[in-house]
């Protein structure tokens, strides 16, 4: 009996090795579908042997971004420059053995940066701490890929996330899956499935044990995305990259890497000569999607010099999350004024989606003690 990491191994070279089309479909769905249980079995494993002690690192501000990227691409230097913190760098890798973190204004806003070690290739497989770096990755609200114009092999950077269950710059597959404990499995869909048609869905199901409930797709899934709402512990996030040391680069070298990097559109910074911080910063504000929501009190004017800042699709309810917590039980109702507002101071619910500049007065349940904010 071979160890899991060589069958995990011998899966990964076979799926590489057969060609995709009509006839292997089904044998290289059920491949990647082992391959994912195999993935699960490790990291079940390294968890009860304590991996990833000591990386859990407290969040703070209003969102979190990662710097990812190879050893030595000048993470800790663009730390340094962009928040107060003091990240040890240096010309070799893994100087960064600790994951550190900085605070970034952005407007109203704070953003937590984590510098954190370098991936290698392999990091979902342990190697160069990889396993606790990933499990960090998973918790932030964006990554930030740092390049280097010397290696930019993107695509690695990336595969060794997706290993580690990271999907990026995608949504949630829209496939629901309800397992039962009897009754067979169903397989449904509201459009033509051209990856997983003919039960192939069904035999990918039961690679993970499922064999009873119903498979419902709203979407022309691929055989990834099935085993991705199957596998379950899968985080979606957004990222966005910057090529440093952009100083060192001729126009015919940007040229070039601008369409080796497609579709990714880097900003090309220096964090050693500080070109380029400015836009990136706006950047990472954009790709975090903050709006920033404006607090009237009953009567009085807004306070526009200090908005409470949530993100693209916060409701009220969110809102009333970063208020003092009697007004959040004792909230009647919400007035709006702003782009939200369907007319001007409409009243609205806890389920009500915020938008950029709104204004916002909390109504307080009558008999209540305090007035609002
Ligand atoms: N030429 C150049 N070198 C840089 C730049 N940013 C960082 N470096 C250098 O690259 C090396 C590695 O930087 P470091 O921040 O430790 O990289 P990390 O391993 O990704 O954290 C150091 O010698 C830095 O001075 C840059 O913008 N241009
Ligand atoms: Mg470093």
């Not at 993935?39 to 002690?53: C, F, H, L, S």
């Not at 915020?354 to 204004?359: G, I, S, T, Y």
């Given at each position: 009996?071979?160890?899991?990491?060589?069958?995990?191994?011998?899966?990964?070279?076979?799926?590489?090795?057969?060609?995709?089309?009509?006839?292997?479909?089904?044998?290289?769905?059920?491949?990647?579908?082992?391959?994912?249980?195999?993935?699960?079995?490790?990291?079940?494993?390294?968890?009860?042997?304590?991996?990833?002690?000591?990386?859990?690192?407290?969040?703070?501000?209003?969102?979190?971004?990662?710097?990812?990227?190879?050893?030595?691409?000048?993470?800790?230097?663009?730390?340094?420059?962009?928040?107060?913190?003091?990240?040890?760098?240096?010309?070799?890798?893994?100087?960064?053995?600790?994951?550190?973190?900085?605070?970034l204004r952005w407007g109203g806003a704070s953003i937590?940066?984590?510098?954190?070690?370098?991936?290698?290739?392999?990091?979902?497989?342990?190697?160069?701490?990889?396993?606790?770096?990933?499990?960090?990755?998973?918790?932030?609200?964006?990554?930030?890929?740092?390049?280097?114009?010397?290696?930019?092999?993107?695509?690695?950077?990336?595969?060794?996330?997706?290993?580690?269950?990271?999907?990026?710059?995608?949504?949630?597959?829209?496939?629901?899956?309800?397992?039962?404990?009897?009754?067979?499995?169903?397989?449904?869909?509201?459009?033509?499935?051209?990856?997983?048609?003919?039960?192939?869905?069904?035999q990918i199901a039961r690679e993970f044990g499922v064999?009873?409930?119903?498979?419902?797709?709203?979407?022309?899934?691929?055989?990834?995305?099935?085993?991705?709402?199957?596998?379950?512990?899968?985080?979606?996030?957004?990222?966005?990259?910057?090529?440093?040391?952009?100083?060192?680069?001729?126009?015919?070298?940007?040229?070039?890497?601008e369409a080796e990097l497609r579709p990714s559109v880097?900003?090309?910074?220096?964090?050693?000569?500080?070109?380029?911080?400015?836009?990136?910063?706006?950047?990472?504000?954009?790709?975090?999607?903050?709006?920033?929501?404006?607090?009237?009190?009953?009567?009085?004017?807004?306070?526009?010099?200090?908005?409470?800042?949530?993100?693209?699709?916060?409701?009220?309810?969110?809102?009333?999350?970063?208020?003092?917590?009697?007004?959040?039980?004792?909230?009647?109702?919400?007035?709006?004024?702003?782009?939200?507002?369907?007319?001007?101071?409409?009243?609205?619910?806890?389920?009500?989606?915020?938008?950029?500049?709104?204004?916002?007065?909390?109504?307080?349940?009558?008999?209540?003690?305090?007035?609002?904010?």
């Amino acid at each position: 009996m071979s160890s899991l990491e060589d069958q995990i191994t011998e899966i990964e070279d076979e799926i590489r090795r057969t060609n995709y089309n009509k006839a292997t479909q089904l044998h290289i769905g059920r491949l990647k579908a082992k391959l994912a249980v195999l993935r699960i079995e490790r990291e079940t494993r390294a968890k009860g042997k304590g991996g990833g002690v000591g990386y859990g690192v407290r969040k703070s501000g209003h969102a979190t971004v990662g710097l990812v990227g190879y050893p030595s691409v000048g993470k800790s230097t663009l730390l340094n420059r962009l928040t107060a913190a003091e990240s040890e760098t240096g010309a070799y890798d893994f100087t960064t053995l600790t994951i550190i973190p900085g605070m970034l204004r952005w407007g109203g806003a704070s953003i937590q940066i984590l510098d954190m070690p370098g991936l290698v290739p392999g990091a979902a497989k342990g190697r160069g701490r990889g396993r606790e770096v990933l499990s960090v990755v998973r918790s932030v609200d964006l990554i930030l890929f740092l390049i280097d114009p010397e290696h930019t092999n993107l695509r690695a950077l990336q595969a060794e996330l997706e290993g580690a269950g990271v999907r990026i710059n995608q949504r949630p597959p829209r496939i629901v899956v309800q397992r039962t404990d009897r009754g067979g499995l169903t397989v449904s869909s509201t459009v033509k499935l051209s990856h997983l048609a003919g039960g192939i869905a069904a035999q990918i199901a039961r690679e993970f044990g499922v064999h009873n409930g119903s498979i419902v797709f709203r979407e022309d899934a691929t055989a990834d995305q099935l085993i991705d709402v199957l596998a379950g512990n899968r985080v979606y996030l957004p990222a966005i990259a910057a090529v440093n040391k952009a100083e060192l680069l001729s126009p015919a070298d940007r040229a070039r890497l601008e369409a080796e990097l497609r579709p990714s559109v880097p900003t090309f910074i220096s964090a050693r000569s500080r070109i380029g911080l400015e836009e990136l910063v706006e950047g990472i504000g954009r790709a975090l999607r903050f709006i920033r929501i404006y607090m009237k009190p009953p009567g009085g004017p807004p306070d526009r010099e200090e908005p409470l800042i949530l993100r693209q699709g916060d409701t009220i309810d969110q809102l009333l999350a970063r208020l003092p917590s009697d007004l959040g039980r004792t909230f009647k109702a919400a007035q709006v004024w702003g782009p939200s507002a369907r007319f001007p101071g409409q009243t609205v619910g806890r389920e009500h989606v915020l938008a950029d500049e709104d204004v916002v007065t909390v109504v307080i349940a009558r008999g209540a003690s305090r007035n609002a904010a």
